[in-house]
């Protein structure tokens, strides 16, 4: 059975690490992080071992990047590239409770935690995070590095763009787009698009001014 390293050793790795082990689809887990702090301790079980570095003499086994926001999964991933990591390192994580209907597809690097739940004919593209209870419906396309946090649905034929956030219990009316690098609030009803690079909150979603905080996990 393959090794997996985590790579950022805070909350989405430990729920990551939860998803592994009820699918069991790997065997030994280790962990990275760029916080020297952490390096020689554990969690779960799990050692941090060092910064990223490490990773470059782990590439028989799989990879995948647990940090909350999508900039920083991407950055992440580039600078993995500049230690030989490349797509077909990236392992898919998906929580045993997830089916994934044989017209759906799955980037490489995202993580799918408990109950998400995908209809038919949804694209999620490379180092996507769905959070428990996520609805996916159908000819959905979420891009790459894109958050759907805890609760949120999206009616059909939504697309959301690289790096957006959605947070928690945010709904997405059918046929809109999500720009990339945006972010939708918690709570948050988007009932017409929302531009790339906006912030939007409300009932029904609206944009906050640029230093209105949101609490996107780093």
Do not use: K
């Not at 989405?12 to 009820?22: F, H, P």
């Not at 990223?52 to 999964?73: F, I, N």
């Not at 490489?108 to 209809?119: D, F, N």
Request: aromatic residues 4%; negative net charge.
């Amino acid at each position: 059975m393959r090794s997996l390293v985590l790579v950022a050793a805070g909350g989405l790795a430990r729920e990551t690490l939860a998803a592994v082990r009820a699918s069991g689809s790997h065997g030994r887990v280790l962990a990275v992080d760029d916080d020297p702090s952490r390096w020689g301790s554990s969690f779960d079980g799990v050692p941090v071992i060092g910064g990223l570095e490490q990773v470059a003499d782990l590439l028989d086994g799989d990879v995948v990047v647990c940090a909350g926001r999508g900039g920083t999964r991407r950055a992440l991933v580039e600078r993995l590239a500049g230690l030989g990591v490349t797509w077909e390192h990236y392992a898919r994580v998906v929580h045993p409770s997830v089916d994934i209907p044989a017209s759906c597809v799955v980037g490489r690097g995202s993580i799918l935690l408990a109950q998400v739940s995908l209809t038919c004919d949804v694209r999620l593209g490379a180092h996507v995070v769905a959070m428990p209870h996520v609805t996916l419906t159908h000819d959905d396309v979420v891009a790459d590095y894109a958050t759907l946090c805890a609760g949120v649905s999206l009616g059909g034929n939504v697309t959301v763009g690289a790096g957006a956030y959605l947070g928690m219990n945010a709904s997405v009316r059918e046929d809109l787009a999500v720009g990339a690098d945006s972010v939708l609030g918690m709570g948050a009803v988007l009932l017409r698009p929302l531009p790339a690079g906006q912030t939007w909150a409300g009932v029904p979603a609206a944009p906050l001014p640029a230093a209105y905080p949101v609490g996107v996990e780093a």
